[in-house]
C-alpha cells in the first residue's frame, strides 16, 4: 500500500513537470523562465536549434504592435522592456534570439538590451530601428547578411536612404542630438521566384525581412523565421495580419508575394557560424569584446 502512494506520488509530480514544459512561455512565470533557461543551456544544442525551441513556445501569442518599449522611465515610449504577453515581428526575432544565446533570466534581459539598442544603451535614440540599416549591423557580433548564399547568381541589390533625423521628427521629437546621420545604403536581395526556388539553401534559424517594394526610405516591413519540420521548411513569424503569432509552409507563404506589387522580395540573416556551436552560450559583459 505504501509503496503504490509513493509510486502514485512520482506520477502525479512527473506529470507536473511535463504539464509545465509542455505551457506556452506566455504563461509561465519569470522565475519559471529562468528555470528553463537554465535546463536547456545544458543541453547539447546549438543557437539556431534553440531559436526552434523558443520560438514554438509564443506559437499562439497575440499580437501587438506596441507592446514593447524603452521602459517605464522612458520619455516617449513607457512599454515595458520586456512581454512575454503580447508580441510584434522584430520583439518576436529579438526575445527568441536574446532567449537562444542565455543561460538564465539576468543574462537573457541583458542581451535583449544588447540585440535591441547600439552597445546596449536603452533609448529611443540608440535602439536598433532600421531592421538592416541599424539592427543587422549593430548585431554583426551574431548575426550576417547571408542573402548571396541564399539567391547566388541570382540575387538582386536595391538601395535606399535611411534618416534618423526624418523618423524622429515625424515622432515629435525635436532634440536630435546623437542621432545617426542619413546614410545611403545598398543592400541584397532575392525576388520571390528566386527565395522560393533556392529554399534548399537556407537554413532552419534564418531570420528573414520582406522588403517594401516602392518606398524609398526603408527597407524592411516585417521580420520572421525559418525552421525545418517534418514536413518541410516552416515560416514563423508574428503578424498584424493574423493578429498572433504561427507557422506557415514556406512554399504557401511566398506564394501569397509572388506577384506583389507591395513587396520586393526578402532578405536573409543568418546566425554566425563560429558561435553557432553546440553548448554555446553568450554572457552579455562578452558582447562589446566579440563585436569589436
Not at 34 to 63: A, H, W
Not at 122 to 127: D, E, L, S
Not at 174 to 179: E, F, H, I, K, Q
Request: charged share 25%; glycine share 4%; hydrophobic share 40%.
Amino acid at each position: 500500500m505504501k509503496k503504490a502512494f509513493v509510486i502514485i506520488l512520482l506520477f502525479i509530480s512527473f506529470s507536473s513537470m511535463l504539464a509545465q514544459k509542455q505551457k506556452k512561455i506566455y504563461e509561465l512565470t519569470n522565475k519559471q523562465i529562468d528555470s528553463v533557461l537554465n535546463e536547456v543551456s545544458k543541453k547539447n544544442m546549438t543557437i539556431t536549434e534553440r531559436m526552434k525551441y523558443y520560438s514554438s513556445m509564443f506559437l499562439g501569442m497575440p499580437y501587438n504592435l506596441t507592446c514593447s518599449g524603452d521602459g517605464p522611465y522612458a520619455l516617449y515610449e513607457t512599454e515595458p522592456l520586456v512581454n512575454f504577453k503580447q508580441t510584434n515581428c522584430m520583439v518576436y526575432c529579438e526575445h527568441v534570439l536574446a532567449l537562444s544565446i542565455s543561460d538564465s533570466w539576468d543574462n537573457f534581459f541583458n542581451n535583449l538590451q544588447k540585440i535591441r539598442y547600439a552597445d546596449g544603451i536603452i533609448g529611443m535614440r540608440t535602439r536598433n530601428h532600421y531592421t538592416m540599416a541599424d539592427w543587422l549591423p549593430e548585431n554583426s557580433w551574431l548575426l550576417h547578411d547571408a542573402s548571396r548564399k541564399v539567391g547566388e547568381a541570382k540575387t538582386k541589390q536595391v538601395t535606399r536612404t535611411i534618416s534618423h533625423k526624418d523618423f524622429f521628427t515625424n515622432k515629435g521629437i525635436t532634440d536630435l542630438r546623437y542621432v545617426k546621420p542619413d546614410r545611403t545604403i545598398t543592400i541584397d536581395y532575392l525576388p520571390f521566384e528566386v527565395f522560393k526556388e533556392n529554399q534548399n539553401h537556407l537554413q532552419s534559424g534564418d531570420i528573414i525581412a520582406l522588403l517594401f517594394a516602392k518606398l524609398n526610405n526603408i527597407f524592411s516591413a516585417h521580420m520572421l523565421m525559418v525552421f525545418d519540420s517534418d514536413n518541410g521548411l516552416i515560416i514563423r513569424e508574428s503578424a498584424l495580419s493574423s493578429k498572433t503569432t504561427f507557422d506557415t509552409p514556406l512554399n504557401k507563404w511566398v506564394d501569397k508575394y509572388l506577384n506583389s506589387e507591395k513587396y520586393l522580395g526578402i532578405a536573409v540573416m543568418r546566425v554566425n557560424e563560429n558561435i553557432n556551436t553546440p553548448g554555446n552560450i553568450i554572457l552579455p559583459w562578452e558582447i562589446k569584446k566579440s563585436n569589436k
